[in-house]
C-alpha cells in the first residue's frame, strides 16, 4: 500500500469519511494471513505480547521551542495580553485556521462558553437544550447563570445528543441548543443546524475536546453563532488552561471579545467599558506554549487521521467489528479517541470488556464498553443543589422545577435500553502519532485476539 499511495494521496482518499474503504482491499493478503511467526497464544494466557512494550504516556510533547517561547514571554515582562503581543496573533492565526472570522482566547473552554451564553443573555428562567453525556463543565456554564439545562437523550449508536429529539425538547423558555462535539467526533451539526434555523435558535457549539473534526469541510465549532475550544492539557491542543471562542457574527463577536476582556470594546480598546464583561483572559504565557504546540498540532493533526483510518480500516475486514457511525459521510474525525463498534455475537459472546482486556496484555490500551463516556450529568448532585438555591427558587416556579425533576430521565444514557452497542475503544491520542509498524502491530494483536476467542469464551 505504502508504494502506491504517497502520504498526501492516502490522506486526499480518506478525507471524504470512510468513502475510500475500497482502496485497501486492493492487493490485500487475508485478513489473519498477517499474523507473524509471534506467538499465537495471548499473551493474556501466557503468550508473547504482539507488542513488546506499552505505548508512550508522554503528554504533552515539548521541546526547546516551547522552553525559548517560555522564556521570551518571560523576559518580554508583557505578560499580559493587553501589553504583548502572542494572544493577538494567535487569535488571528488560529481563527483563519478555523475557517472564521473571529476568534477570542481565553482562559478555558468553560469560560469560553460561559461567555457565549452570556453574551446570548441567557438567564434566570431560561433553558438551554443539551446533552447528559458530557463533561460537567457544559452543565456549569448553563445553571451558573441559573438556567435550566434541558437534556435530550443520546443516540446509541454514538453517545451523541440525538438530534431527531431536539425539536421536542423545545419550549418558549428555549434560549439556545448546546451540542457538545465528544471525543473528536462531530455531532448531527446538519440536522442540528437545521433546527436552529428553522426555529430561530442559536447554536453554541462545545467543540472543547474535537479541536479539527470536520463536517463537509467545515471545522465544527464554525458551525454555530460561537464554537468553543478547550485547550487544557489533556486535549489535543495544548497550553495547560486555555480555551477560544470562534464565531462569524459581527456583532455578537464584537461582544464576546468585550466580554472576556471586562467589557472593553475589541473595536477600540483604549475606550470605556461598553459591554458587560469579566476577566477570561489568556496570559502570554499560555499563548507562547499554544502557538509552539499549535506548529506541532498541524503535523500531528494529519499523521493521527493516517494512522487512525489505516488501523480502522484494517480492523473493519474483521466479522463483528463496524467502524461508528459518522452522521455524513463527509466527516472527518480526528481519531484522538478510537472507537469501532463491537457486535458480540461475531465473538462467541466474549463482552468487549474481556476483549479489551486481552489486547491490553497485548500492550495495546484498548478498553470495551458502552458509549456513555459520562455518568450522565443529569445525575450529579450538583444540579439539585441549583435547582434548590435561592436563585433557581426565584426564577422558576416550584410546579416547573417540581416538573424538571421528574423530567430527568433518559432510557438510553441510563441504560434502560438494551440497544445499546458496546464498542472498542482506545485514548489514540498518543498512539496514533507512531509508525506504521506500530499502527500494523495495532491492527495484528487485534487479529491475534479475535483468531483466539475460544480461548476467552
Ligand atoms: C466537553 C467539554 N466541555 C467543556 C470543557 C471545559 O474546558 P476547560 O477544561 O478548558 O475549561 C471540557 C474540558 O474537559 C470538555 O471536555
Not at 507488542?51 to 517561547?69: C, L, M, V, Y
Not at 475536546?209 to 463536517?215: D, K, L, M, N
Request: aromatic letters at 8%; glycine letters at 8%.
Amino acid at each position: 500500500m505504502k508504494s502506491s499511495l504517497t502520504r498526501r494521496s492516502f490522506v486526499k482518499a480518506t478525507s471524504a469519511g470512510l468513502a475510500g474503504i475500497g482502496f485497501l482491499t486492493a492487493g490485500a493478503k487475508s485478513l489473519y494471513a498477517a499474523a507473524t511467526n509471534k506467538s499465537n497464544t495471548l499473551a493474556l494466557k501466557g503468550g508473547t505480547p504482539v507488542r513488546g512494550k506499552p505505548f508512550s504516556q508522554t503528554w504533552p510533547i515539548i521541546n526547546e521551542n516551547d522552553e525559548q517561547a517560555l522564556l521570551k514571554a518571560l523576559k518580554s515582562r508583557n505578560w499580559c495580553c493587553l501589553r504583548g503581543h502572542a494572544v493577538y496573533d494567535f487569535e488571528k492565526m488560529f481563527a483563519e485556521a478555523m475557517g472564521v472570522p473571529y476568534c477570542y482566547l481565553t482562559n478555558g473552554g468553560t469560560t469560553a462558553l460561559s461567555a457565549s451564553l452570556s453574551v446570548l443573555d441567557v438567564g434566570p428562567g431560561d433553558e438551554v437544550i443539551t446533552t447528559p453525556n458530557t463533561f460537567i463543565a457544559t452543565i456549569n456554564t448553563i445553571t451558573n447563570l441559573h438556567a435550566l439545562p434541558v437534556f435530550v437523550d443520546i443516540d446509541p449508536d454514538t453517545g451523541s445528543i440525538d438530534a431527531n429529539l431536539i425539536e421536542a425538547a423545545i419550549t418558549e423558555h428555549t434560549k439556545a441548543i448546546l451540542p457538545v462535539h465528544l471525543a473528536g467526533w462531530p455531532v448531527d451539526i446538519e440536522k442540528i443546524m437545521a433546527i436552529s434555523r428553522k426555529r430561530n435558535l442559536p447554536v453554541i457549539e462545545d467543540a472543547c475536546q474535537s479541536v479539527y473534526a470536520e463536517v463537509g469541510g467545515k471545522k465544527v465549532g464554525a458551525f454555530g453563532r460561537t464554537g468553543c475550544i478547550s485547550f487544557q492539557e489533556y486535549k489535543s491542543l495544548v497550553c495547560g488552561e486555555g480555551g477560544a471562542i470562534l464565531g462569524s457574527d459581527d456583532e455578537f463577536m464584537r461582544r464576546c471579545g468585550a466580554f472576556v476582556n471586562n467589557g472593553r470594546d475589541p473595536k477600540q480598546r483604549e475606550r470605556g467599558y461598553a459591554f458587560p464583561g469579566s476577566n477570561h483572559r489568556m496570559t502570554e504565557f499560555q499563548a507562547a506554549i499554544l502557538t509552539e504546540q499549535f506548529k506541532r498540532f498541524k503535523d500531528q493533526a494529519p499523521l493521527r487521521y493516517e494512522n487512525g483510518s489505516y488501523v480502522e480500516q484494517a480492523l473493519a475486514r474483521i466479522p463483528g467489528l463496524t467502524p461508528r457511525k459518522r452522521y455524513s459521510d463527509k466527516t472527518r474525525i480526528t481519531y484522538v479517541q478510537f472507537e469501532m463498534d463491537y457486535d458480540r455475537a461475531a465473538f462467541k459472546n466474549v463482552p468487549a470488556a474481556k476483549f479489551a482486556e486481552a489486547l491490553r496484555a497485548e500492550n495495546i490500551p484498548m478498553h470495551g464498553g458502552s458509549r456513555r463516556y459520562y455518568s450522565g450529568c443529569h445525575k450529579e448532585k450538583m444540579l439539585q443543589e441549583h435547582l434548590n438555591s435561592s436563585a433557581f427558587q426565584a426564577s422558576f416556579s416550584k410546579a416547573r422545577l417540581d416538573q424538571y425533576r421528574q423530567s430527568l430521565r433518559f432510557p438510553v444514557m441510563d441504560g434502560e435500553k438494551p440497544a445499546q452497542k458496546d464498542m472498542l475503544s482506545m485514548d489514540s491520542k498518543i498512539p496514533f502519532l507512531g509508525t506504521r509498524k506500530e499502527m500494523d502491530e495495532i491492527i495484528e494483536a487485534v487479529q491475534k485476539v479475535a483468531r483466539n476467542i475460544d480461548k476467552l469464551a
